[in-house]
């Protein structure tokens, strides 16, 4: 078992420097730092890296019922972060993100763990080399900690992360509720404490959903045919669409780990002071949970009350198109996912992988993707129906003057975790009627079909403490002045408090 596995790693870890009383709070000061503050620290001396990761193995130990976590292993934490101590104290220059532990997905290639994807077909798939966005964060000095939990294979059904491979993910702030998926485990360990940061991927809201389930901000940067990051060096779900996410506590973290990638200078935060924003009411406002709607509606007030200049548009005719552009991109699924095992796993065939498959849901898509075969219209989705719904966006915020278009993230609060598993057809309630699961996605499909970039940051919470999502979508290319609006948005909305409840270990699923 890999929780034994894992027990026995850090059995033979020496943390006892740094053993806390089982009486003291769960939250210790380190944990409550920013990423900024926690690097600041580690390079003038007045904290060693190697307290700083104890802290955050402590945690995830203190957590370990939440299930974020597929890998991990503390002594080579641990000896890295001793290694920024000692080139520290022999007066080296440190790199950026010096002594950051971060998680990275399950999905996406890093060198000394495996990329199961969640999935028991890829256990022993050791990659060769760090994905490049993983690469990056390294060459920087970022320490890889461990590989986050995921719903399978990053599946496009996948909003739950709950996995029966892997255990279910579960939400910090009630773990009887999902966390959102596929980049559930990333999330909810950055609300846990148990990293200040990671990596999550999104083809159509997965980074987004579990941030906005989570309490914490993600980052989905620009796609097709203004892609950001590097596509290598991880689990495809649909190409077209797929990109890596950072995924932080607030905006400023994840716009640090958006420049490293990137090789830009900083994001500064922008004035609200007479910044334009759209706000379509139709169709992204429609039919929201009351308590969604109460919370973004007090965030669009403090955006208002910081002379934030709020436009009603109307983007139905853009979403209907995106939404047919999205479905067509994602029939290349059994082809990528080939393609992929074809290059990086040889040893494992599609049907192979397809036959272990754990989740009911993931498998059933999949099935019938392989039936259905690519769309006859995946070129023109590629080419020329995607340049001209590109083009009535940008024109849209020409004529109003806009930066960005905001709306709740997610129509409803995290739903219960379904403990018998997901199917593909699986229902929630919204407003006293069943809907379909993927409802959750509803608002998070049109960026990626747009090749837009996507933030969302916490909008505050319900009265019964759940958090609510509050996304930016920007035009293609302009994560930057995304991410800098997304900081001014943040400093008058406020960051979510940390969650409340300490859960116990007889909650884990395995």
Known sequence: MQRRLVLKMLAATSLSEFAISASASARDRILELDCTDLLARIRDGSLRAEKVCAKFLQQYERQRSLNVVTWIDPSNVLSRARSVDQARARGARLPVLAGLPILVKDCIDTVG??????????????????AP???????????????????ELASGVGVTSSNPAFGFVRNPYNPDLIPGGSSGGSAAAIAARVVPAA?????????????????????????????????RGFLPFAGNLDTIGPMGRCV?????????????????????EKLRIGVPRQPYWDDLDSEVERVAEDALTRL????????????????????????????????????????????????????????????????YMQRQGSSEKLADARGARR?????????????????????????????????????????????????????LARNTVIAPALGAPALSLSAGLTR??????????????????????????????????????LVQPSMANS
């Open 113 to 130: 763990f495996p990329t199961s994807a969640g999935t028991p077909a890829l256990r022993r798939h050791f990659p060769r080399r760090n």
């Open 133 to 151: 966005v993983v690469e990056r964060l390294v060459q920087q000095g970022a320490i890889v900690m461990g590989k986050a939990n995921m719903h």
């Open 199 to 231: 990596l999550g991927t999104d083809t159509g809201g997965s980074v987004r959903i579990p941030s906005a389930f989570c309490g914490t901000v993600g980052l989905r940067p620009s796609g097709q045919p203004k892609m950001l990051y590097s596509q």
């Open 252 to 272: 400023a973290d994840v716009a640090l780990l958006h420049a490293t990638i990137v090789g830009q200078q900083p994001v500064r935060p922008r004035h609200l």
């Open 304 to 367: 208002r009350d910081r002379g934030a200049v709020l436009v009603d548009i109307d983007l139905r005719k853009i979403k209907d198109a995106a939404l047919q552009i999205f479905g067509t991109l994602c029939s290349t699924m059994p082809e990528d996912l080939q393609n992929f095992l074809r290059t990086e796993a040889p040893s494992v065939s599609l049907d192979d992988l397809t036959k272990q498959i754990a989740s009911r849901d993931v498998r059933a898509l999949l099935e």
């Open 387 to 439: 340049a001209a719904i590109g083009a009535a966006y940008n024109a849209i915020f020409r004529e109003h003057g806009i930066q960005a278009v905001v709306f709740p993230t997610v129509v409803l609060p995290p739903p219960p975790i379904r403990t018998a598993g997901d199917d593909l057809d699986e229902m929630i309630e919204l407003n006293g009627r069943k809907v379909a699961m993927h409802e």
């Open 464 to 501: 019964s403490g759940l958090p609510v999502g509050l996304e930016f979508d920007g035009l293609p290319g302009n994560d930057s002045a995304l991410l800098g609006l997304g900081m001014a948005a943040e400093a008058a909305i406020g960051r979510a408090p940390a969650p409340r409840i």
